[in-house]
């Protein structure tokens, strides 16, 4: 498995970089962005910097951080002591998704502080994609440990002006890297604590191309398969019990897959519902790919809320209290992907009181998307 290669002439990245390799040698915490979500690193091999981690973010102590990586030489140095080689199943996915969205969990070295795994006998490692992520860490030449950049319990931060608004006065450096690429964090990967292989969390790299890989055959997912399934469940996953991606506003989703005309008629029905409260401001997260196989009156009239069909032709979105976001087209999950927490977020910065959102299919990205609706619903409606 080679290394794959980075380079940079720039001489202003180049400045940025140094800079940011200083306060991070001084085991200081900055934002930094990759390809799925932006990070909060420092110094994975220090206690100290670690620990100022779960500070800035007042983040569960007993949930554990990603390492972060630049090449495969790092891996070895670091997370591989003397004659322990990469588990032989990480090998393929390795070498089609690295670097990538990808995380993978592996024994944990002596070398690693406690701070990091939160006493898990396993430590989580990726190599990110972004170029960013990527020079910064060589040019470090030490791994750094980032959770998600957002005061715990948000949404992910997908653009550096999310970071700001959850963390600006704690830290002394955002990186910029514009809007992350993928917009939901990588997938966790579990090959070797127990008989098959795991998804702990469903992420940038999907179950459909996991499962293709000579060794993943027998792929689970968890949640899906060992709750949905009344399977018997024997990894932990520390993070799944605190509140997640929660916005200010009460989320409530419409979880009936891609059905879409159902869907939109439910969605319409709860804002009604909703507005007849005394509730002030209502957000919409919605597909505009509908629109066209959606009957015009149906997007433009009232429901009966007894009979489920229409009243009248008042169209909800002429009224100011009602605030329409886009995730684009339900037949392209990985965009959804990407606009999900900037979605959220903005809907937030208009202080709405409810955020009511059409659920996709769990195909593909959609996987992600539904696992991260549904951990920041208040309410799920499922008819
Ligand atoms: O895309 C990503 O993974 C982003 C970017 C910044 O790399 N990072 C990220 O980190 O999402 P965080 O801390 O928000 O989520 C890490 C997840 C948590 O659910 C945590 O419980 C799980 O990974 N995790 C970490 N170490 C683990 C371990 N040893 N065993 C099981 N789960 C682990
Ligand atoms: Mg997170």
Not at 95 to 117: D, Q
Not at 163 to 180: A, E, F, R, Y
Not at 201 to 226: C, M, S, W
Request: aromatic letters at 6%; charged letters at 25%.
């Amino acid at each position: 498995l080679e290394d794959p290669q980075f380079t940079t002439t720039d001489s202003n990245a180049k400045e940025l970089l140094e800079n940011a390799k200083k306060l991070l040698s001084e085991n200081q915490v900055i934002a930094i962005p990759t390809e799925t979500v932006y990070g909060l690193a420092s110094n994975a091999l220090c206690s100290e910097a670690i620990q100022k981690i779960y500070v800035v973010k007042n983040r569960p102590l007993d949930n554990p951080l990603i390492i972060h990586i630049s090449s495969l030489k790092m891996l070895k140095k670091y997370l591989l002591p003397d004659f322990i080689e990469i588990p032989k199943i990480y090998e393929l996915v390795i070498k089609k998704f690295w670097p990538g969205p990808l995380t993978i969990l592996l024994p944990k070295p002596e070398s690693i502080p406690l701070e990091v795994t939160c006493n898990q006998p396993t430590v989580a490692v990726r190599f990110p994609s972004h170029p960013i992520a990527r020079a910064l860490i060589s040019t470090c030449g030490f791994p750094l440990a980032a959770p998600s950049a957002n005061a715990s319990g948000k949404p992910s931060p997908t653009l550096a002006s999310h970071v700001w608004t959850d963390l600006n006065s704690k830290i002394p450096l955002i990186i910029d890297g514009g809007q992350c690429n993928f917009g939901v964090e990588s997938t966790v990967l579990d090959a070797i604590s127990s008989k098959d292989p795991i998804i702990l969390r469903p992420g940038g790299i999907t179950f459909e191309a996991l499962v293709q890989i000579p060794g993943f055959e027998n792929l689970k997912v968890y949640n899906k398969d060992f709750i949905d399934k009344k399977l018997e469940m024997t990894p932990t996953t520390p993070g799944m019990k605190y509140r997640h991606y929660s916005p200010n506003a009460k989320v409530v989703l419409i979880d009936l897959g891609d059905d879409r005309i159902k869907s939109r008629i439910i969605l319409k029905r709860e804002v009604q519902r909703i507005m007849n409260g005394d509730t002030k401001k209502i957000g919409i997260l919605l597909f505009t790919d509908n629109i066209k196989n959606i009957q015009n009156d149906l997007l433009k009239s009232k429901i009966d809320l007894n009979t489920n069909t229409l009243i009248n032709d008042s169209d909800l979105s002429n009224n100011n209290n009602i605030i329409e976001y886009s995730l684009g087209s339900s037949i392209h999950p990985e965009q959804v992907a990407k606009e999900l927490f900037k979605g959220l977020r903005c809907l937030d910065e208009y202080k709405v009181d409810y955020i009511v959102v059409e659920g996709i299919s769990e195909m593909n990205e959609g996987l992600a998307v539904m696992n991260r609706l549904r951990k920041a619903a208040s309410l799920i409606l499922k008819e």
